[in-house]
């Protein structure tokens, strides 16, 4: 199935720390595909509204919301020293801004719009084009990527994700509160969920990934032993 022309979709679907773009990351190298984060593309687009002063929220700056997405591009790099993939807002890199609490705050009433969602969604089809990836988000597999050939849809218990995400948070210098880290997620988790457009949810052919005991090394047992028949069998 790896064969050369035929390219593949990996969706990666889940909750708020669940553990997704570690998981995803690791896919991708195992497996040699490009690794796209639709997250951080919801988060640039929220930076953006910040930086420009816009309440995404307001009716009245639907005009300027629309202005503003004309003029966005965002592109995602490898830094050469780290190995890591870099968020760029027009050519930008901003990977560090878009993992505040102030954009986390803001990025669930951002990624309801529905203006927001269609521009995202274009980007992300183009992005994957004609190579094989992984994309990890919240409707990867419902909406962007409905024939996929693997969908996964990860989740773990909010304690398990508030304690990741804070470490998360601390070790990349952003201060926060635990109390705040958890309830900004679990608001998020419900605001996802509900929203009309393109909620999270899981797709009917997904498989789930509980991931609350589980090692990295465990997940990616997991992942070779449910799919390297599909990945692996041409
Ligand atoms: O994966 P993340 O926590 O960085 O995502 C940030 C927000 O973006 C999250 O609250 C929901 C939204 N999102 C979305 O609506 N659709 C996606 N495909 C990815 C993220």
Known sequence: MTGEGKTIIIAVDGY???GKSTFAKAIAQRLGFIYIDSGAMYRAV???CLREGLDP?????????SGLLERID???KINSISGDYETH???ENIEKDIRSIEVSEMVSIVSKIKEVRDKMVLFQRKMAGRKSVVMDGRDIGTVVFPDADIKIFMTASADVRARRRYRELSEKGIKAG????????VQRDRMDETRS???LKKADDAVTLDTSNMTQEEQMEWFLDHFSEKLFSE
Request: proline fraction near 3%.
């Open 16 to 18: 708020s720390s669940s």
């Open 46 to 48: 929220t930076l953006a």
């Open 178 to 185: 635990f109390g705040e880290v958890k309830e900004n997620l």
């Open 89 to 91: 807002l027009n050519y």
């Open 57 to 65: 929220a307001d009716n009245r700056d639907k005009d300027k919301l």
């Open 197 to 199: 457009e393109s909620p």
């Open 74 to 76: 965002i592109s995602f």
